[in-house]
């Protein structure tokens, strides 16, 4: 069906008092770099709601592009009358035709007189609307609780919109409106799904990763560049750290501690992702842990793991199912990606029983007696590189250092 409008209400962020208009116009712009595809769109803002005015563009074609904006809670396909009675009357009729109604659907007129110069009042309205509805159409049953088809028709001055689908969007809040985060990205199927999570409660969200020449392949570095390529079409640009790990990472295989060694690859990563978050200007780091999992992410791991740093360490999906996580990567385009079979530098130094209650005192111990650490992860800071991503662009190198061959 074709429709005039589509109305985008906002979500709960709507809430926050003096931030509101920021927020408001942040919602404002992700939609307008969304519509570029369609430009006959045009977009109108109004207290609580944008407008996208269609024009001829197909609403089934804008919705799930729209459904993926932070920000948005719902959207509703409108038609649109002038606001005179017998206009309204028209269109309600018209409408209603088209929508292939079945037999025995229950229905209610929900009118909203928004515009008081309007002649009849709400009730007016829903008597009018109604009785004239159940005249033409037999297949109509009338129930005020929970009708299958309610028929909203808003009177405002100008125009009056009618409707009945209110489409759950992602909801959150704007993007970016509440500050910046460093998301630990491996290339499996959790990280990626922490990171869309974080940027959905409006985070700005800088990935790092880890990677162990000659132990991980370029194949399995260019899967994760693929897969924060994934993220910017959320964010519209991801900056993606490339730490080299090898070096810290093999300063611990010589411990004679092995069921500690992913404790202290994770303490590591943690610390290294402190200094670039330093750097950035980011207050919080992510991952995707998610309590039980594997032996890293046991209380007693992540308690570990935690105190290298006095940054919080956010955890999104820390009670979540794998099921659960499984759905969500698939509905934002990361599963395929992530399930592809290359590893990563933590599976390979996998020991056979990794410890699920790792002492903290005897971790802290080992780092004591390794020289060289601290001096290994700073080298490891100075050594990363940085690629900005955006959708549809190939990775540009920040401050526009070459590409290096071993990268891809
Ligand atoms: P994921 O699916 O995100 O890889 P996982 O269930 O495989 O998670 P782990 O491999 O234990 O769990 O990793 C836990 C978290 O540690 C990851 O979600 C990610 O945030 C971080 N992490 C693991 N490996 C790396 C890496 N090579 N680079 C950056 N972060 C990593
Ligand atoms: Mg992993």
Redesign the pocket.
Same mark, same amino acid.
């Given at each position: 069906m074709n429709y005039d409008v589509l109305l985008l209400r906002f979500g709960e962020f709507i809430l926050k008092g003096k931030n509101r208009r920021r927020f408001e116009k942040s919602v404002y712009l992700h939609v307008k770099s969304v519509l570029t595809p369609f430009p006959k769109a045009q977009l109108r803002s109004e207290f609580g709601r944008i407008y996208v005015h269609l024009n001829g563009e197909i609403a089934s074609e804008l919705i799930p592009v729209l459904k993926k904006v932070f920000g948005i809670a719902s959207i509703s396909p409108v038609i649109v009358s002038s606001s005179n009675l017998e206009n309204i009357l028209t269109t309600c009729q018209d409408f209603l035709e088209r929508l292939n109604i079945e037999e025995d659907t229950t229905f209610k007129v929900n009118a909203r007189r928004v515009w008081k110069g309007f002649a009849h009042s709400s009730h007016e309205m829903n008597h009018l609307v109604g009785s004239l509805l159940l005249t033409n159409f037999q297949m109509l049953n009338v129930s005020m609780i929970k009708p299958t088809l309610e028929l909203r028709v808003e009177i405002r001055e100008k125009d009056t919109y009618i409707f009945c689908e209110v489409i759950a969007a992602v909801g959150g809040f704007p993007r970016g409106s509440n500050g910046k985060a460093i998301?630990?990205? /491996?290339?499996? $199927?959790? !990280?990626? =799904? #922490?990171a869309w999570s974080s940027m959905r409660r409006g985070l700005q969200v800088e +990935? =790092?990763?880890?990677? /162990?020449f000659p132990f991980?392949s370029q194949l399995a570095k260019e899967k &994760?560049i693929d897969l924060a390529r994934v993220l910017s079409g959320y964010a519209g640009e991801i900056k993606l750290h490339l &730490?080299p790990?090898t070096e810290v990472q093999t300063s611990f295989t010589g411990t004679g501690q092995d069921d500690l060694i992913?404790t202290l690859?994770?303490r590591s990563?943690v610390r290294i #992702?402190t200094m670039i978050a330093e750097r950035e200007g980011s207050l919080a780091l =992510? %991952?995707?842990? !998610?309590l039980g @999992? =594997? #032996?890293? @992410?046991t209380l007693s791991s992540m308690n570990a793991i935690g105190r290298a740093t006095d940054l919080p360490i956010l955890r999104p999906?820390v009670m979540m199912d794998?099921n659960e $996580?499984i759905e969500i990567a698939r509905d934002i385009g990361t599963y395929d990606l !992530?399930i592809q079979p290359y590893e990563? +530098? +933590? %599976?390979l130094f996998v020991p056979k029983s990794p410890s699920t209650n790792p002492s903290l005192r005897i971790v802290e111990r080992i780092e004591d007696s390794l020289a060289a650490l601290t001096q290994l992860e700073e080298e490891a800071v100075s050594r990363t590189e940085a690629i900005v991503l955006s959708p549809n662009k190939e990775g540009k190198l920040k401050d526009q250092v070459n590409i290096q061959e071993d990268w891809f």
């Amino acid at each position: 069906m074709n429709y005039d409008v589509l109305l985008l209400r906002f979500g709960e962020f709507i809430l926050k008092g003096k931030n509101r208009r920021r927020f408001e116009k942040s919602v404002y712009l992700h939609v307008k770099s969304v519509l570029t595809p369609f430009p006959k769109a045009q977009l109108r803002s109004e207290f609580g709601r944008i407008y996208v005015h269609l024009n001829g563009e197909i609403a089934s074609e804008l919705i799930p592009v729209l459904k993926k904006v932070f920000g948005i809670a719902s959207i509703s396909p409108v038609i649109v009358s002038s606001s005179n009675l017998e206009n309204i009357l028209t269109t309600c009729q018209d409408f209603l035709e088209r929508l292939n109604i079945e037999e025995d659907t229950t229905f209610k007129v929900n009118a909203r007189r928004v515009w008081k110069g309007f002649a009849h009042s709400s009730h007016e309205m829903n008597h009018l609307v109604g009785s004239l509805l159940l005249t033409n159409f037999q297949m109509l049953n009338v129930s005020m609780i929970k009708p299958t088809l309610e028929l909203r028709v808003e009177i405002r001055e100008k125009d009056t919109y009618i409707f009945c689908e209110v489409i759950a969007a992602v909801g959150g809040f704007p993007r970016g409106s509440n500050g910046k985060a460093i998301l630990l990205l /491996s290339g499996g $199927i959790d !990280s990626p =799904v #922490a990171a869309w999570s974080s940027m959905r409660r409006g985070l700005q969200v800088e +990935c =790092v990763h880890f990677y /162990s020449f000659p132990f991980t392949s370029q194949l399995a570095k260019e899967k &994760v560049i693929d897969l924060a390529r994934v993220l910017s079409g959320y964010a519209g640009e991801i900056k993606l750290h490339l &730490v080299p790990f090898t070096e810290v990472q093999t300063s611990f295989t010589g411990t004679g501690q092995d069921d500690l060694i992913i404790t202290l690859m994770r303490r590591s990563m943690v610390r290294i #992702a402190t200094m670039i978050a330093e750097r950035e200007g980011s207050l919080a780091l =992510v %991952t995707g842990d !998610s309590l039980g @999992q =594997v #032996a890293s @992410q046991t209380l007693s791991s992540m308690n570990a793991i935690g105190r290298a740093t006095d940054l919080p360490i956010l955890r999104p999906l820390v009670m979540m199912d794998k099921n659960e $996580i499984i759905e969500i990567a698939r509905d934002i385009g990361t599963y395929d990606l !992530s399930i592809q079979p290359y590893e990563d +530098c +933590c %599976t390979l130094f996998v020991p056979k029983s990794p410890s699920t209650n790792p002492s903290l005192r005897i971790v802290e111990r080992i780092e004591d007696s390794l020289a060289a650490l601290t001096q290994l992860e700073e080298e490891a800071v100075s050594r990363t590189e940085a690629i900005v991503l955006s959708p549809n662009k190939e990775g540009k190198l920040k401050d526009q250092v070459n590409i290096q061959e071993d990268w891809f």
